[in-house]
């Protein structure tokens, strides 16, 4: 959800405008940015590389075309190029806008690199400068949803939702937090206002899966976590809850399938949820 052009759109557009001002930036150049941004658009972040390094090879030290570069490898989860290439900017002087794109893109590379306390940090640093840069605020609330410290992630969502994009993603997230702020209504409410636009997500079908099951609606529950699974075979946490949904229903032998099959794929505590429902017995009830 993170990774989504509408922000990145805003801001590159800001970037370039104010870079066309203050830079000679060369016909030829401003072609290939154009046709590396268009590239980006379409969802090909390494064809947009290619792009712009045509542009870099004649004007190696415009930031702009850096920061391009830096963008796009962010797009293609190409964290590790992508943070080198921020490094490499960090003792040049840099336009505000150049700066908060910089920044923003940092923090969303750290959290696909799970590093959540320096994405907050690149986060709050746009912030300091501008406190309504209200883009900066959606990695930084995934990051604290990340850490469990879902009521800041709450406020910080709230905020982030005055950007005025990404709202569905948004909110999508905002419902997750509420949820295990144990604000289960106020959360279903927000999932189901939003679920037309992820059902295709497994992450989302599961949350409100989740949701519904936490609300005692086990039938419903299981249709958007049967959901879940059929988007993603693999997804561990879909199998403990379907476990969890058949032991409501007195499904002990069906429960402990599930309960394995998310064992295998990785899931954690397992066994304390069978000792618990006493499943590792024989003559459970099918």
């Known amino acids: 959800m993170l990774i989504n052009n509408s ?11 104010n870079t066309l ?10 072609d290939q940015t154009e046709k590396a941004l268009k590239s980006w658009e379409s969802n090909k972040p390494n064809k947009a590389t290619r792009d712009i390094n045509k542009a870099i090879q004649f004007l190696p030290d415009v930031p702009f075309l ?3 570069k830096a963008l796009f490898y962010c797009s293609a989860k190409k964290t590790v190029e992508s943070n080198s290439i921020i490094d490499s900017l960090n003792e040049i002087e840099l336009s505000e806008l150049e700066l908060n794109l910089m920044q923003y893109i940092a923090s969303c ?3 696909h690199e799970r590093k959540f306390h320096e994405s907050i940090w690149f986060a709050d640093e746009i912030i300091k400068r501008d406190e309504k840069a209200y883009y900066a605020y959606f990695p930084k609330a995934i990051s604290l949803q990340e850490l469990n410290e879902h009521k800041k992630a709450i406020k910080n969502f709230k905020i982030a939702l005055k950007e005025k994009l990404l709202l569905n993603e948004i909110k999508a997230c905002l419902a997750f937090s509420y949820m295990k702020n144990k604000r289960f209504i106020k959360a279903l409410v927000l999932h189901l206002s939003v679920k037309k636009y ?24 299981l249709k958007y976590v ?13 199998y ?10 007195g499904k002990k032998s069906k429960a402990k399938e599930e309960l394995e099959i ?9 066994d304390k949820t069978m000792n618990r429902f006493k499943l590792n017995e024989k003559n459970n009830e099918a």
């Open 198 to 221: 992820f059902e295709e997500n497994y992450k989302v079908n599961h949350h409100i899966g989740v949701n519904f099951f936490l609300l005692n609606f086990f039938a419903k529950s």
């Open 109 to 111: 590379n750290h959290v």
């Open 226 to 238: 049967n959901k879940s699974i059929e988007l993603k075979s693999d997804f561990a946490e879909a």
């Open 7 to 17: 922000i990145f759109k805003k801001l590159a557009n800001q970037v370039l405008e």
């Open 240 to 249: 403990r809850t379907r476990g969890l949904i058949y032991l409501t229903q």
């Open 262 to 270: 998310a064992r295998k794929l990785g899931a954690t505590d397992i």
């Open 21 to 30: 001002v203050k830079e000679d930036l060369r016909v030829y150049c401003f």
């Open 66 to 68: 850096l920061i391009m």
